[in-house]
């Protein structure tokens, strides 16, 4: 199985060459050359998670990787249940977020954590990646005391809420946490002036595992079929995504590309509706970034919509009727976060998004699955303002809020990061 470069087509590599680079000749993104159906389905929908998960990434990366090597980088990533919840008559909530950083980020971190370590073995590593929250988390738990791997996590000061920064700048050993003194864009820029610095990409063996490496959009496939495996026997389910980068919704479009019986799915954005209003009107007209309830989705320019193209254009898969996609705004979500509390289910306002966009669309007769991203009391102060009760945090978040922040504190300023990079 080759991966093409979706902008530059003659770029082929092979899922190791992928997941290494990241991105591909002038940015562009990979993606498999070829989707062929899987001819098991219904035995693969037999099987326990863990052992169905490797069954479909091997044939998705194929021989690159060997069975015994890709089963333990399974066995390791996904060491953390996954359910799926009823929450009222053909309505069914995917809990994605019962890893360590308590978000569904954590599926492909932690896969694209254990691929990188084995096609690096040797060679020094450091990954150095900038986050507005949850990313930044789920990177730092998945590489924590991973040989040979060094993490730099840059985040803006007091932009992330109190309960993020401690699951991530708690951490020590290989991972470095740096609070830098203005916004995530600031943080992005001296990402990016990182890898254009020749010398310091060699003398570190820099990678960013940032959300646009394939491995993570694989990891997430599996958790489609997970779903379906857990509903009655011929359920052709409705899928309702809360989107920003677009990443969640292309896994189950690649995993109704392999075969899974999938009816349609919902794309759910915030206020930041630039593929809603692109499916309406035809025209790609991003809007400056808004902030929202939701702040993981605050994206306006989606960098997996690419790949969602990709599926129509070259792999054939009729997206016109099966993907829509709605903005729901603010009101709506909080709206969502009380309708859902009153029928006994507390969601975040992420998951409560993707359950509006669902709750509005599903027609008569349907089975709808809503993708729950993150633990509510990952966002506890949205919900308890929302409620107007008090929400109790889970053991783990109780036992990092004790900790202390072993962050660095840095102005915007690319050679005082050179300098802090080179020094250790
Ligand atoms: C990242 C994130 C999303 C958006 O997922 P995409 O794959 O970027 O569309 C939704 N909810 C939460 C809680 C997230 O952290």
Redesign the pocket.
Known sequence: MNFINISHPEQKVTFPQAVVTGLGKGQGLFFPERLAPLNNIQALLEMDFVSRSPAILQHLVGEAMEPDVLQACVEKAFNFPLMLEPVSEGVNALEL?HGPSL???DFGARFMAQCLADFNAGHKTTILTATS???GAAVALAFYGQPGIDVVVLYPKGKVTPLQEKLFCTLGGNIRTVAIEDDFDACQKLVKQSFDDHYLVEALGLNSAN?INVARLLA?VCYYFEAVAQLPEGTMPVFS???????????GLLAHALGLPVKRMI?ATNSNDTVPRFFKSGHWDPRPTVTTL?N??D?SL?N?FPRVLEMGQRHGLPLQQLLTSFAIDDEETRDAVRALDAIGYLA?P??ALAWRALAGNLEEGETGVFLC??HPA?FKETIEDTLKRHVVLPVELEQVAQKKVLSTYMPADFAVLRAFLLEA
């Open positions: 977020f978000a569904f980020k929250g949850d990313t959300s997430q995504v809360p989107s920003g980068n677009f990443g969640n919704v292309t896994a794309a939701t993981a989705m994206i989606p997996n975040d992420h998951s991203t993150a990952k």
